[in-house]
T-cell receptor
Framework: GALVYQYPRRTICKSGTSMRMECQAV??????VAWYRQSPQKTFELIAL?????????EQNFTQEKFPISHPNLSFSSMTVLNAYLEDRGLYLC???????????FGPGTRLTVL | GQQVQQSPASLVLQEGENAELQCNFSTSLNSMQWFYQRPGGSLVSLFYNPSGTKHSGRLTSTTVIKERRSSLHISSSQTTDSGTYLC?????????FGSGTKLTVEP
């Protein structure tokens, strides 16, 4: 079956520092990976979409300078939260889609706490 | 930007009652999914439903894509159904989420 793993599951960082999170697809080739954030008491917002062989597309209010993403192969993606502040805390999910699947598969998320 | 309206925001039921959750989208997209969000935050996919009606146990999802709406029906609710339900409209590689329905089923 198609599975998506995320590391770490929880992390704490000091305000102004950076934190990298990873997303791994198992059992399928992740031709696209989308990153989402759920801030406290809110729903999920799309941060960016990474499609193999295409430029990464960021949504309004999110930038490459703040959330650089790497998608080097069809099973792995990572995103870094640079210079994290309180407003960056929340649950970060990656959703991966493969060629032979119509739906996205989600990892369990990385919960970021900023002190 | 994309707009997803989900209703109701919260719902309290007595065990055994039925629940109807609604989701509407402002522009045409190609499909939709319903999720249950666990207390820890992770998502459980309930339905991937581009159109028509799908059943899974006590759950039924109906999507009318040309009317940009979808519903999730929970029959004979149980206390274990309590939690947050999210709908999300799909644009091939990305999802746009509704704000969720917090369901509480009381014994």
């Amino acid at each position: 079956g198609a599975l998506v793993y995320q590391y770490p599951r929880r992390t704490i960082c000091k305000s102004g520092t950076s934190m990298r999170m990873e997303c791994q697809a198992v059992g399928f080739q992740a031709t696209s990976v989308a990153w989402y954030r759920q801030s406290p008491q809110k729903t999920f917002e799309l941060i960016a979409l990474s499609t193999v062989n295409s430029a990464i597309k960021y949504e309004q209010n999110f930038t490459q300078e703040k959330f650089p993403i790497s998608h080097p192969n069809l099973s792995f993606s990572s995103m870094t939260v640079l210079n994290a502040y309180l407003e960056d805390r929340g649950l970060y999910l990656c959703g991966a889609r493969g060629r032979n699947y119509a739906e996205q598969f989600f990892g369990p998320g990385t919960r970021l706490t900023v002190l | 930007g994309q707009q997803v309206q989900q209703s109701p925001a919260s719902l309290v039921l007595q065990e055994g009652e039925n629940a109807e959750l609604q989701c509407n989208f402002s522009t045409s997209l190609n499909s939709m999914q319903w999720f249950y969000q666990r207390p820890g935050g992770s998502l459980v996919s309930l339905f991937y439903n581009p159109s028509g009606t799908k059943h899974s146990g006590r759950l039924t999802s109906t999507t009318v894509i040309k009317e940009r709406r979808s519903s999730l029906h929970i029959s004979s609710s149980q206390t274990t159904d309590s939690g947050t339900y999210l709908c999300a409209w799909s644009n091939y590689n990305v999802l746009y989420f509704g704000s969720g329905t917090k369901l509480t089923v009381e014994p």
